[in-house]
C-alpha cells in the first residue's frame, strides 16, 4: 500500500505520451502544457525510481531499456483505466443491452427464447443487431455477441454455447414431388440451395457434407445461391430445393412441418456458437444477466433425435482442425 500514495500520476502521464511519440514537444501539445513541464514531471518520476527514462539526443529523445519495461505496462494501465470509465460512463440505468448475432441464430433460436423471457422477467432491455459482420466490442459497437466460429478473438472472453451440425433439409412438398431420397447420391440430381457468405468458399459447406460420405465433387449445376443462411433456409421452406440445415437451429421448422430433414446424417461443422463479450464487462449487470439467461436457455434445451431411415446410419463427422474467420 504504500507504493500506492506515490504513481505520480501526472509523471506518468507525461512520461507515457513522452514515449509514444519519442518527443517532448509532442507529449506537452497532448497534455496541453510546456515543455519545461513535462521534462519536469520525468525528471520528478526518474528520481523517484532511481533510473533514468529517457536517453537524451540533439534532435529528440529514446527509450532506455529500463523506460522499455515501463512503456508499456503504463500504456496498458492507462487504457484499462479509460475503459472503466467509459464502462462506468455508459452504464446508465435503463440503457438497453445491445447484443449481436448472425440474422438466422437471432431469428431461429434467440428471438423465441427472447420472447419466453420477456414473460418472465420485466428488466428485459435488449437492442438486438443481426449482423454477419463482426462487430467491434472493444469499440462498444455491442455489448455483447453470439459468433459463429473458432476461437480466440483477442481481448475477448468467449464461452461455448453449441457446436454445429449439418444436414440436409427441404420443404416436404419439394420432396413429395421429388422423392424418394434414398442415398446421398440421390441428392446430386436435385437443386442445391448454398449458403455462400463472403468468408467461406462457394458450396463449403455442401462439399464438407458430401465429402463425409465419400463424394467428392459437387453438381455443376442446378443450384441456388445465398449470402446469408437464413435466406438459403426459407428458400427451402418455400420449395426452391434442398437446403443445408444447421440441427441445432431448425428444431422448429421440423416441428412444424414446414422443413423436413431428408436423410439422418449429421456432419459437424468446424465453426460452433460462442457467447463473446469483454472480459470486464461480465460484472455489469445487464450483461450478467443476460449471459445467466442464455447459458440456461442452452443447459435446459435439448434437440429431438434424427429420424430414423431404412438402411442410413446417423453419422456425425469430427470437427476440422482448420481455422477460418468467424462471423458476428
Known sequence: MAQRRHLYLNALKAFEAAARHLSLTFAAEELGVTQAAVSHHIRQLETHLGVALFKRRSRGIDLTPAGEILAPVVRESFGRIGDALELLADSKPGQPLTVTATPIFA???????????????????????????????????????????????????????????????????????????????????????????????????????????????????????????????????????????????????????????????EVRHPYSYYLVYPPERRRDDEVRRFREWILREVNGSTRPPAPKARGALKSVAKPSARKSRARA
Open 107 to 265: 431469428s431461429r433460436w434467440l428471438i423465441p427464447r427472447l420472447g419466453r423471457r420477456a414473460g418472465e422477467d420485466v428488466r428485459v432491455n435488449i437492442r438486438l443487431l443481426p449482423n454477419l459482420r463482426l462487430l467491434d466490442l472493444r469499440r462498444r459497437e455491442a455489448d455483447i455477441a453470439v459468433r459463429c466460429g473458432i476461437p480466440p478473438w483477442p481481448g475477448l472472453e468467449a464461452e461455448l454455447l453449441a457446436p454445429i451440425h449439418l444436414t440436409p433439409v427441404c420443404s416436404p412438398q419439394f420432396l413429395e414431388k421429388h422423392g424418394p431420397i434414398r442415398e446421398p447420391r440421390d441428392l446430386l440430381r436435385l437443386p442445391l440451395i448454398h449458403a455462400d457468405t463472403p468468408d467461406r468458399e462457394d458450396g463449403e459447406e455442401w462439399r464438407r457434407w458430401f465429402g463425409h460420405v465419400g463424394i467428392d465433387e459437387l453438381p455443376g449445376s442446378q443450384a441456388l445461391s445465398f449470402h446469408e443462411p437464413m435466406l438459403s433456409m426459407q428458400a427451402a421452406i418455400n420449395g426452391l430445393g434442398i437446403g443445408m440445415g444447421y440441427c441445432e437451429l431448425i428444431d422448429a421448422d421440423l416441428a412444424a412441418g414446414t422443413l423436413q430433414q431428408i436423410l439422418p446424417i
